[in-house]
């Protein structure tokens, strides 16, 4: 390998970007809607997912759930279990010990013995045996003697107790001004309270670790978004150093959240394989993944506005109530965006929890606007209702200068814009008014909602190597959770390299590569895609510096570096290769500017007058989020994101037995995300913009400003249809009635 000059470009955020290679780019592959890359693998079933690789010798370890809701385990008897034919060990004595998956969150260390229950569901134990099949048998066979202790599972019963979580990286509580006097001295004012329900990420892929030791250091192929601080975390409750843990997540199938986290089977997996010294491979079923992973919180939201004739807002309030278990500081923040979306001097925005012994809450995608929006945006759509206003008309009376908190100007902001164009193709201009349209038995309605996503920047690092054939290889532990990441980070190199992209290898999920951003929070393409960005201007460097000419003045393209009236070939001038590394870190970008996505939903419903049954008809979302790296993946995050939010409005709803909190309906079955049927037309469209505040690619993120938005669209658009305002969620046939 050539070593000139530094290895590594590391870029900290604290300035703009307003010159990118990528805008001087010969390519042109950027933004391109290009299939997935590992779109062939995956539909040939050669796309290895956690729960197939397959080893020699390996035992399968099926999870023992708690049936309690709280209390301590007496004893657990595994004597039957363990008679079993093929029944390896029954490991009893790991008990509840992960209780936090958050990203960044603290995993308590693994404790021996009887353990306290925490929530019913709560992986208690693990049974290793040759086959799946007789684990899961002898599963059944584990008798456990409980000491029940009463506990908390009525979120009504127990809201009064409600208490502030710590302060942490959102704060829980922003006030200013007096929001109790501008309700009284305003013309028009809402005070209304939205209730959504617990909720479960229900991704594809259940999930699923397969361990291995191989002296003294453990080999996890797991299912999960954030391999780096995954790493962290296992090392941790394993009580080994993070050297120890490698995780392998080549590709995962959707975690929407509950993948940000290890879960039980991971620790169980990982125990299991030590203490018998054979891979152990655990698979959580579809009903554990519902008991014991993270559920999204319900919420209580309190929503309060004060607007004057015009409609202008004095006030926003919203004070939220969410549910999670003692100890645990995590709460939904339904109110993230309601500190920026809209103008107004007295604001108001809290965050209690509600301690309650139900399964743990944590992150589900977009945490925060998903559902928070249902609250701010039907509120919005009442208050036009009551003034009469249009509603995108009264959202452009509110369309604020700067952030109304912070009092730093947006980086780029085209709310306005993305509601004026979705207006215009989805022919908002023909609305009527509330419960007006009737057609047979079906009433119609259109409504539409803000989406507004906050951008992200995570610390991330990559390697992008051009070996002696002239091809470029990345590497990184960031994850493709089904988003589309090897194909965005294949475009960013082959495009700055001048190479096809078939001559791009991506390798992802190994915690042995740089460590990546991992997907969440809508970070990751921008986050990783900079870190391979940075990687390949210092591979460019090199490259300048092999031609002897300065960077300025190359050319790649074509697989060959041109300069002067030279063209080399990159296989010859590398030799045995060359390599780069790259690595982003948050700076002060959060302080100087207020960055978000922004976004427009429509929806079209018709509801049946005899039966209350809804039907969405249609739906547009339109969506600014900077530079989009590939038309097709950035559309079809929106267009599942928008899929979601059909769910969220109309049928998902986790359901806790008020006796012991257990989650009834813990399966595909009960828990009703939508079907083919229930998804009609989704319209997409991205408006162009390039954010030079947010890092070298200009792209902000775009997972999760799909969702944000979109229930609320559908519940405006029921009410349009009907003229009944259902504010408790999801918006089911019985409560429409
Ligand atoms: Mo997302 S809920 O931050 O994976």
Known sequence: ??????????????????????????????????????????????????????????????????????????????????????????????????????????????????????????????????????????????????????????????????????????????????????????????????????????????????????????????????????????????????DKVRIVAAFVGGGFGSKLGIAPESVAAAIAAKRLGRPVKAVMARQQVFDATVRRSNTEQRLRLAADAEGRLSAIGHETLVSNLPGEDYFEPAGVSTHFLYAGENRLITHDIVRLDWMLAGSMRAPGEAVGLIALEGAMDELAEKTGIDPIELRRRNEPEQDPEKKVPYSSRALIPCLDRGAETFGWSRRKPAGTDRRGDWLYGIGVASGARSNMLIKSAAKVSIDGQGKAIVETDMTDIGTGTYTILGQITAEILGLPIEDVTVHLGDTDAPPGAGSGGSWGAASSGTSVYLACEALRDKIAKAMKVDAG???????????????????????????????????????????????????????????????VKRMLGVFAAGRILNEKTARSQCLGGMTFGIGCALSEELVHDPRNGKIVNRDLGEYHVPVNADVPQLDVDFLYERDVEANPLHAKGLGEVGICGAAAAIGNAIYNATGVRVRDYPLTLDKLL
């Not at 030279?566 to 290769?577: F, H």
């Open 1 to 242: 390998m050539f070593g000139f000059g530094s290895d590594t470009n590391a870029l900290t955020m604290n300035k703009s970007h307003p010159d990118s290679l990528l805008d001087s780019s010969v390519q042109d592959i950027i933004g391109k809607p290009i299939d997935r890359i590992d779109g062939p693998r995956k539909v040939s079933g050669t796309a290895t997912y956690a729960a197939e690789y397959q080893l020699d010798n390996v035992a399968y370890g099926y999870l023992v759930r708690a049936t309690v809701g709280a209390g301590k385990i007496r004893s657990l008897d595994a004597t039957r279990a363990k008679a079993m034919p093929g029944v390896v060990d029954v490991i009893t004595d790991y008990a509840s010990f992960i209780r936090n998956p958050q990203q960044g969150g603290e995993t308590s260390a693994p404790a021996q013995g009887v353990e306290d229950v925490a929530y019913h569901g709560e992986i208690i134990a693990i049974v290793v045996a040759e086959s799946y099949e007789v684990a899961r048998d002898a599963a059944l066979q584990v008798s456990v003697d409980y000491e029940p202790a009463e506990g908390r599972y009525s979120f009504l019963a127990h809201r009064e107790e409600a208490e502030k979580p710590a302060p942490q990286q959102i704060p829980p509580h922003h006030s200013q001004g007096d929001v109790d006097k501008a309700m009284a001295d305003a013309t028009h004012t809402i005070d209304v309270t939205y209730t959504t329900p617990s909720q479960n990420s229900a991704a594809m892929e259940p999930h699923a670790s397969l361990a291995v030791w191989e002296e003294g250091k453990l080999t996890l192929y797991g299912a999960y978004q954030m391999p780096s601080s995954d790493k962290l975390q296992l090392a941790k409750a394993l009580g080994v150093s993070a």
């Open 553 to 615: 003045e190359l050319t790649l393209k074509d697989g060959r570096a041109i300069a002067d009236n030279r063209s080399v070939p990159l296989a010859q001038l590398v030799g045995e290769g060359m390599a780069a590394t790259g690595e982003v870190s948050p700076g002060s970008q959060e302080k100087t500017f207020n960055q978000a996505s922004y976004g427009a939903h429509f929806a079209e419903v018709a509801v049946n007058v005899i039966t209350g049954e809804v039907r």
